[in-house]
């Protein structure tokens, strides 16, 4: 058993958000079946590819994004297509969609027909500004929505451009937002037969979201000061980003706890100067600069994994600066059995991060990788109750067996 | 009134920071009651502000999403108002207690007893010595869903003794080297916590789906959310470059991971400069050949852009510094939201990079109901950022204001708790219900 084994989700989601929440779904038990437009999920056409070559069964996004989910092809735009989501609508508990706001309803599949269709399923629609509001129909990227919504504007150095962070994060966070909407939709469903079409603007999530505008919007609101762009933020002893003889190490040190400090470096001479652990003179930062100058040369003498061992036995919060190489190949992370290998048609085998997080009983498992597209088209519309050769008309007018 | 989804399930937060707050803040925002048992005579730093009772000369110096306090003073009671705090303490309810008193341990044991969910992101090792284990809660309340949210987890080399906040998880993960200028050291990179922001919502989808589980099983669960492995999926891209190709991928700036070409973040005209946070700057990310060529109608097709060398992505690729710079060029000679309407207008992803002030004057923000007012008596009314999702049958509403210290003593002690009036002097006597921190509390 896992414990969302009794849920079927309907999934219209393409790109990231939609999918890494539905795919966190399916990895603790729910059948998330897949729609896959004709041609198939914009992700994938985007890489990482295997040998750099893009291939769509050959995504190494794709194929994260959509483990234990099966792929069914529909034309929406044709009626045996949408013949075949009522179907599939009827058993589902809940649906998701991405799809530009008022597209579903241009197809005729939208939240009414849904209503007349299932009633008791509730909806949940993906958009990048929302299904109201002056921007409903503006188009956005992982780049745009967190310029505009989350913090990036206090990201990087002063003199230059905000900077974003590394590869789509922000859709993760996003993807992250929507999977508790999904959850709290179906506990409404089940607890009070209420159904309802929930509303998702990607950048209400970044704007609701904990990463830091939170509190750069409030602290605004209450002090009328700004967040500055400032590249480092080293205020503290330590804190910020140290080189280091293989690399960086990372401190956050800003107040407290010289007397650790002091243990970690285990107690220099330079370290004693009773400046160094008064709050108010530790702000200064000239005084900052000073005891940097010693803590760099500390540091240099050290490998990151040295500096972090040390950290750790004083209590110090720290991380080395790793490489995806470091993480990969980690001795903690392999030990505790994160990493996951499953065998692919067209990857072979492939490792890959496994369980979000672990629980003590029905949780994660990993039970197929990402579907081919089209591979369950036939297998989940004869559950369904459809026919033979109505399944062939879809199969045909969706361009993929 | 509707029922909320989540109404009816009780929830103990014994969390510090922000992740474990975010978490339990979400399942507050869908009806659950989250209470917080909060200690007098214990400062956690971070969570209720960087201490008690911070000397103003301190906030000055300190960066303003976590020194900002209401007309920039510490007041009188600081802890009440730390930025990093109220906007994740809506929907709560606050008492106080001594955990570490037999006594304080015996509400505790009590508050077990009719609650459904113990979240705690507390040091590896902390509520050990406290005494609170699953076992310990289970033994009271075997319904009952305990999540801890370690670092590194609770096995492993790193299992004890490594203390992080979000920053340094994503160190681990690869973040840090993956995120930056493409010309710059990593030391340049600005703090930031989006493993917190993963860890917390998936948190509170944990409860959930335990919860789902326990109304088929009856029983309640102990869940581990290793904050450094489930922050690690934001990577994902990285993970699985280095995993299919032992490519090592490293920081591209503002550029498209997937390797679409023109996508940055470029100068609009601007009031003033970075020194006062007046600098407005437009991000704009083209993801076909479509979209480049309407970008360079909207740019009035000059004739830089009409360069058979840009037409296909492969030649933007090879190219892109020099866009980047044409692009600017443009871009400088208008003001950002002018920008944002002409290039969407003609189907080009791009909006303003908003400093946080100015999204409380967006019109669309503003048009969707986003921002929501809070009275709290230690501060004021304000306007806070909303919730992350339009529930329109069962809304997300705000009505509790960011728990003050001690706020709900008599709900907890009297109401849920069941105290007598005498023995409630006598916590109150021993210092366990009050509004303030202990006055020996820095």
């Known amino acids: 058993m896992q414990a969302l084994d009794n849920v079927v989700v309907l999934d219209l989601t393409h790109h990231i958000a939609g999918p890494y929440a539905t795919k966190l779904m399916a990895d603790f038990g729910a059948d998330v079946i897949k729609i896959e437009r004709p041609g198939g999920d914009i992700a994938r056409t985007l890489g990482p590819f295997k040998d750099n070559t893009p291939d769509p069964e050959r995504c190494g996004l794709f194929f994260y994004l959509n483990t234990n989910k099966r792929s069914a092809v529909l034309n929406l735009k044709a009626a045996a297509g949408r013949d075949a989501l009522a179907a599939l609508a009827r058993r589902a508990d809940i649906v998701i969609e991405s799809f530009s706001p008022g597209t579903l309803e241009r197809l005729g599949v939208g939240w009414q027909w849904l209503q007349q269709v299932n009633p008791k399923a509730p909806l949940i629609s993906v958009t990048n500004f929302g299904q109201t509001g002056p921007y409903r129909d503006y188009k956005a990227s992982d780049l745009v929505l967190y310029g505009f919504a989350g913090e990036m504007y206090s990201m990087g150095e002063t003199d230059r451009e905000p900077v974003k962070m590394a590869?789509?994060?922000?859709?993760?966070?996003?993807?992250?937002?929507?999977?508790?909407?999904?959850?709290?939709?179906?506990?409404?469903?089940?607890?009070?037969?209420?159904?309802?079409h929930v509303d998702i603007s990607l950048a209400e999530t970044h704007a609701g979201g904990v990463d830091r505008r939170h509190a750069t919007t409030i602290a605004y609101q209450f002090s009328g000061r700004k967040t500055i762009r400032v590249a480092s933020q080293a205020s503290g002893m330590p804190t910020g980003i140290y080189p280091c003889a293989d690399g960086y190490v990372d401190f956050t040190n800003a107040t407290l706890y010289p007397d650790r400090v002091d243990d970690m470096l285990q107690h220099p001479d330079w370290n004693q100067d009773p400046r160094y652990a008064d709050p108010v003179q530790r702000m200064n930062p000239v005084l900052v600069e000073e005891w940097n100058s010693h803590f760099l040369v500390w540091c240099l003498e050290r490998t990151k994994r040295e500096i972090w061992a040390e950290a750790r036995r004083a209590r110090i919060l720290c991380g080395p600066l790793f490489t995806v190489e470091d993480m990969f190949e980690d001795e903690h992370f392999r030990g505790r059995g994160f990493w996951t290998s499953a065998s692919h048609p067209a990857l072979g085998e492939v490792t890959f991060p496994g369980r979000p997080f672990i629980m003590g009983r029905d949780g994660w498992e990993f039970r197929r990788p990402a579907p081919l597209l089209g591979q369950h088209t036939a297998e989940v519309l004869r559950e369904a109750g459809l026919a033979g050769p109505a399944i062939e008309t879809v199969i045909r007018e969706g361009g993929a067996a | 009134m509707s029922p909320k989804p989540l109404e009816g399930i009780r929830v103990i937060d014994f969390c510090v920071v922000w992740a474990g707050p975010f978490a339990t803040m979400l399942l507050g925002d869908l009806g659950a009651e989250?209470?917080?048992?909060?200690?007098?005579?214990?400062?956690?730093?971070?969570?209720?502000?960087?201490?008690?009772?911070?000397?103003?000369?301190?906030?000055?110096?300190?960066?303003?999403?976590?020194?900002?306090?209401?007309?920039?003073?510490?007041?009188?009671?600081?802890?009440?108002?730390?930025?990093?705090?109220?906007?994740?303490?809506?929907?709560?309810?606050?008492?106080?207690?001594?955990t570490r008193a037999p006594e304080g341990m015996e509400a505790l044991r009590r508050l077990v007893a009719?609650?459904?969910?113990?979240?705690?992101?507390?040091?590896?090792?902390?509520?050990?010595?406290?005494?609170?284990?699953?076992?310990?809660?289970?033994?009271?309340?075997?319904?009952?869903?305990?999540?801890?949210?370690?670092?590194?987890?609770?096995?492993?080399?790193?299992?004890?003794?490594?203390?992080?906040?979000?920053?340094?998880?994503?160190?681990?993960?690869?973040?840090?080297?993956?995120?930056?200028?493409?010309?710059?050291?990593?030391?340049?990179?600005?703090?930031?916590?989006?493993?917190?922001?993963?860890?917390?919502?998936?948190?509170?989808?944990a409860v959930m789906t335990a919860l789902w589980e326990r109304e088929r099983t009856g029983e309640g669960q102990l869940i581990e959310i290793a904050q450094a492995e489930n922050a690690a999926a934001m990577f994902t891209q990285a993970i699985m470059d280095y995993s299919l190709n032992g490519n090592i991928q490293g920081a591209i700036g503002n550029r498209d991971v997937h390797g679409r070409f023109p996508c940055g973040v470029y100068p609009a005209k601007s009031p003033g400069g970075p020194d006062t946070s007046d600098?407005?700057?437009?991000?704009?990310?083209?993801?076909?050949?479509?979209?480049?060529?309407?970008?360079?109608?909207?740019?009035?097709?000059?004739?830089?852009?009409?360069?058979?060398?840009?037409?296909?992505?492969?030649?933007?690729?090879?190219?892109?510094r020099e866009i980047d710079r044409k692009i600017a060029e443009y871009t400088s000679a208008f003001e950002d939201y002018d920008l944002m309407a002409r290039l969407q207008a003609a189907g080009v992803p791009a909006a303003p990079v908003l400093e946080a002030s100015r999204l409380y004057d967006d019109p669309h923000m503003r048009a969707r109901?986003?921002?929501?007012?809070?009275?709290?008596?230690?501060?004021?009314?304000?306007?806070?950022?909303?919730?992350?999702?339009?529930?329109?049958?069962?809304?997300?509403?705000?009505?509790?204001?960011?728990?003050?210290?001690?706020?709900?003593?008599?709900?907890?002690?009297?109401?849920?708790?069941?105290?007598?009036?005498?023995?409630?002097?006598?916590?109150?006597?021993?210092?366990?219900?009050?509004?303030?921190?202990?006055?020996n509390v820095p």
């Open chain 1, 167 to 196: 590869g789509t994060a922000a859709l993760f966070e996003s993807g992250s937002a929507i999977v508790v909407a999904l959850m709290g939709a179906l506990f409404a469903a089940k607890r009070h037969g209420i159904a309802q």
């Open chain 2, 114 to 205: 009719v609650s459904d969910v113990f979240y705690e992101n507390n040091a590896v090792g902390t509520m050990e010595k406290l005494g609170i284990t699953y076992e310990w809660l289970k033994s009271i309340n075997p319904r009952i869903i305990m999540v801890r949210v370690p670092a590194y987890g609770s096995t492993g080399p790193y299992a004890h003794g490594a203390r992080a906040l979000g920053v340094h998880l994503e160190a681990v993960m690869g973040h840090t080297l993956l995120r930056g200028y493409d010309d710059t050291d990593p030391s340049s990179n600005s703090a930031i916590y989006s493993g917190d922001y993963l860890a917390g919502a998936q948190g509170a989808f």
């Open chain 2, 369 to 439: 109901g986003f921002f929501r007012k809070q009275h709290q008596l230690s501060s004021g009314e304000y306007e806070y950022m909303g919730p992350m999702w339009q529930f329109p049958e069962t809304p997300v509403e705000f009505y509790q204001a960011p728990i003050m210290f001690g706020e709900h003593n008599d709900y907890v002690y009297r109401e849920l708790l069941k105290y007598s009036e005498a023995e409630i002097e006598q916590l109150r006597a021993a210092g366990h219900i009050t509004t303030e921190y202990a006055p």
């Open chain 2, 279 to 320: 600098d407005h700057w437009i991000a704009i990310s083209v993801e076909d050949d479509a979209q480049w060529q309407a970008l360079a109608g909207a740019m009035g097709s000059p004739e830089w852009a009409r360069d058979s060398r840009f037409a296909t992505n492969a030649g933007r690729a090879e190219n892109f």
């Open chain 2, 34 to 98: 989250i209470i917080k048992p909060e200690n007098p005579n214990v400062f956690q730093p971070l969570t209720r502000g960087p201490m008690a009772r911070p000397p103003a000369a301190y906030l000055a110096n300190t960066i303003a999403w976590a020194g900002g306090m209401p007309r920039n003073e510490p007041g009188t009671r600081p802890w009440d108002y730390s930025p990093t705090f109220v906007s994740l303490y809506r929907n709560k309810k606050s008492f106080s207690v001594d």
